[in-house]
Nanobody, 128 residues
Framework: QVQLAESGGGSVQAGGSLRLSCAVS???????????FGWFHQAPGKEREGVAA????????YYEDFVKGRFTVSQDNARNTLYLQMDNLKIEDTGMYYC??????????????????WGQGTQVTVSS
């Protein structure tokens, strides 16, 4: 099983930046977890949607078009932590941000149904 904990959310004006963190803990006695992890956004009153993903084993990344060039996903293996650096934030970026683990083959990397484990989320508010 995998435990996830997001942090780093807050309020920022449009054009500003935030860096979100996702602390990852696994209690499996097998090899180190190296699967895909996703970052998801849920705007107020909207469905949760993926924005980016990272393969922890080799550092491969994926970004949806609407965040490409603005958001960067990365990992710190020593701290077992994932990051989502968000630059040039827009009002529509407002909402809850979640990290997800346990991606299953056959699902898009940004599809909610493709992940097994979820954190509690962290709030991001972008104002004009």
């Amino acid at each position: 099983q995998v435990q996830l904990a997001e942090s780093g959310g807050g309020s920022v004006q449009a054009g500003g930046s935030l860096r979100l963190s996702c602390a990852v803990s696994t209690y499996s006695d097998s090899s180190t977890y190296t699967g895909w992890f996703g970052w998801f956004h849920q705007a107020p009153g909207k469905e949760r949607e993926g924005v980016a993903a990272i393969k922890t084993g080799d550092g491969r990344t994926y970004y949806e078009d609407f965040v490409k060039g603005r958001f960067t996903v990365s990992q710190d293996n020593a701290r077992n932590t994932l990051y989502l650096q968000m630059d040039n934030l827009k009002i529509e970026d407002t909402g809850m941000y979640y990290c997800a683990a346990g991606h299953r083959r056959g699902y898009s990397l940004v599809m909610r149904q493709g992940y097994t484990y979820w954190g509690q989320g962290t709030q991001v508010t972008v104002s004009s």
